[in-house]
């Protein structure tokens, strides 16, 4: 396992030097040439290579070089890189952050090596020997953490699970629940039925009820909401399955599954049932209803008082069974242990019980890759759509077959049952009129309303507290500090509140290897290149269409919604 980072200069992120640093390898390069005979040497012929963002640092060495490698993607996101030392011999790279979503400075923390203040010459090109050897050592202390990282917290955990290694934490807990805890064979379901479950396939619920600044706001998070679901509930056989031209709500009551309603739901402050509108976004309104929901959140929607005017069509399972209890209750008790012994594999083992539920609802039948045309082969077109961007193809699939882990129907009811849970806590008429925001798993109370905190499995536990607290629209609020999905420069309160005001920003942002493939001459900067810096105008939309609002949003009122009426 070797370690691996570069630096760069200038908006378009030349290459200065990189380090690689691992399992009996300390070395640092100022030329990519070099690097690459580096990688084709014998000593370095079984190495596995780790980097954090693998692609800023992949491209910046070898783009120049696109058939010295392929690139494992789907939909834009990078798997892994397989650099060609000789015909039917490659070397693999993989990336940290699909396995924990952090940044190198994160992991400096975990692991207790500190990631290094930015030296004199950071984004440029060292003036004088001195700089160089400031840069060369902040190079290779960004490439220890991870290698060190990897090697400690993932590749051990895999090693001790007797799992094979593979890219993402989700196929490596797959991996583990198939071969350590997975008891029967389950029979994989035909196309039409997993497109069917998938319009029945929602994920987390985010939402903003009140808006305005807050003083005295509590935040308190499920502990492992979706493993939690997963101990205490039953899931669908797919074993046993059949499909309905039109289902009968008694069908609904007795038998878990997918199924098409229309109906009338009634008004509630938090409603239950999810939509989505043409844009793709997800709402929770009242009144007219109409979709694919799991029997699940019809049985409770029936609860809340709706009334179910037109049945469609339907697909049910005809036995449940208690799927994840083992591995669940196994990898808690594990991450117990762990924890006390503070272990590194605790973390992989949090990971696990996280990731491996969507694995099952992997999208295998509608994506699209990128490859490089001398990568071509017919089977990788046929029956596929394509396009050309210069010497890359995009190759789009919306027939896929499925996988042998394509068993969706679990996806679906995990999240809905996640769905659910959240609500049960929504719906305490006691904390209703203190609740300004909820994300999948966390609540937030202004007025410093307080709940019972527990640290036991799916228990709400007291997070944090703060203040005051500026909530604009889901994913967009200031606690602690400010978070904005999309926007990462704003870091304080006042940084916020400024923005707030004037809601314009120019953000720089890196040039990802789809946007340079697919750029052409007459581009507003011309041909791009992977990893090129280049200066947007973003124009921030202060304004949440998921609740029904009376006012603009005035960061310095409070204000409370209405749910959504269709």
Known sequence: ?????????????????????????????????????????????????IATNLEFDFFGCFQDEPKSFKICERNGRIYYFRYIRSPNKYITFYDTLNFFPASVKKLGEIIGVPKMPHPKCFKRFPKNEFEKVQLEEYCRNDAYISYKFFKDHVYNWITKRGVRLKSTIASVSM?????????????????????????????????????????????????????SVMLENEYPDPRRYSYHKKIRERIIDDYEGVSYIEGI???????????????????????????YYTHIEIRHAIKMGLEIHKL?????????????????????????????????????????????????????????????????????????????????????????????????????????YARLKLLNSLSNKRIQPHIVYFDTDSIFLKDNKKL??????????????????????????????????GLNSIKDKDSFIDLLKKPKIYQERFVKHRTAFKSADYHKWGKLTVNQIIQIKKVMNLEDKKRKWENKFNWEKQEISNPLSI
């Open 175 to 227: 991996d583990d629940f198939k071969k350590n805890y997975l008891k029967e064979s389950f029979k994989i379901e035909p196309l039409k039925n997993h497109k069917l479950v998938f319009k029945g396939y929602y994920g987390g619920r985010t939402e903003a009820i009140q808006r305005g600044t807050f003083n005295d706001v509590n935040v308190y998070d499920f502990n492992s909401l979706y493993p």
């Open 1 to 49: 396992i070797i370690g691996f980072d570069i630096e760069t200069a200038g908006d378009k992120n030349k290459f200065v030097l990189a380090s690689f640093i691992g399992d009996g390898v300390d070395k640092i390069f100022d030329n990519t040439d070099d690097i690459k005979e580096f990688i084709k040497s014998k000593k370095v012929r079984d190495s596995l290579f």
């Open 452 to 485: 019972p905190s527990s640290k036991e499995l799916g228990a709400l536990k007291h997070e944090y507290s703060v203040p005051s607290a500026i909530i604009v629209r889901p994913k967009f609020y200031c606690t602690e500090k400010p978070k904005i999905k």
């Open 312 to 416: 469609g069509e339907g697909l049910i399972y005809h036995r449940t069974i208690p799927l994840f209890k083992d591995y669940i209750a196994d990898k808690y008790k594990q991450r117990l242990e762990q924890k006390d012994k503070n272990s590194p594999m605790e973390l992989m083992t949090k990971l696990s019980m996280n990731s491996l539920y969507g694995r099952f609802g992997f999208r295998y039948y509608d994506g699209s890759s990128m490859k490089h045309i001398s990568d071509i082969t017919y089977k990788d077109i046929k029956n596929k759509t394509t396009k050309r961007f210069g010497d890359y193809l995009q190759i789009t699939t919306t027939d896929g077959q499925p996988t042998s882990f394509s068993i969706p129907i679990w996806s679906a009811y995990t999240t809905a």
């Open 265 to 291: 739901l009634p008004y509630s402050y938090i409603p239950s049932l999810p939509f989505r509108d043409p844009t793709g976004r997800l709402l929770f309104p009242y009144h007219n209803i109409k979709g």
